[in-house]
């Protein structure tokens, strides 16, 4: 039996009558920065963007999209995008080419005031109401 990657079985049209929510929150990396402070330092940074960016102008354009950015912020915004944004919206993406409907959230608060960051974004989806939203099986 062959089983299409998700991407092409969204595209095309396998489930285009259930509803898809894809995201990720903005630091979704953040879990996985070393805890050692300064770990990450500009050239850790240079390196990620390298292995890990969108192309060879990755450092360049991260850089200028993002010109205030620390070197640990930018280790994370870079895995947080191959690893979680840019997937959730390829399937989101893939889902609509599909025919069917895709929603995508990204909960962008900035992390603050806990011993890890990411600790914050669960807070939020704890202390906040969202409206429901509607799914189907």
């Known amino acids: 039996m062959y089983c299409p ?15 898809l929510i894809a995201g990720h929150t903005r ?3 953040q879990l996985f920065l070393p805890p050692r402070p300064g770990a990450v330092d500009e050239q850790e940074a240079s390196r990620a963007l390298a292995v890990r960016g969108p192309g060879p102008n990755a450092e360049p354009a991260y850089r ?24 959730s919206l390829r399937l989101a ?4 080419r599909g025919g069917g409907r895709a929603y995508r959230y990204e909960p962008a608060w900035p992390a603050q005031g806990a011993a890890f960051p990411e600790q914050d974004s669960r ?6 109401e969202f ?4 799914l189907r099986h």
């Open 93 to 96: 993406e893939s889902q609509a």
């Open 27 to 29: 630091d979704e990396y």
């Open 5 to 19: 990657p998700p991407w092409q079985a969204l595209a095309d049209g396998a489930v285009r009558d259930i509803e």
């Open 123 to 128: 807070r939020l989806w704890q202390d906040h």
């Open 64 to 87: 200028s999209a993002f010109p205030n950015t620390s070197a640990e912020q930018l280790w994370v915004l870079v895995r947080s995008d191959r690893l979680f944004r840019i997937p």
């Open 131 to 134: 409206p429901p939203l509607p």
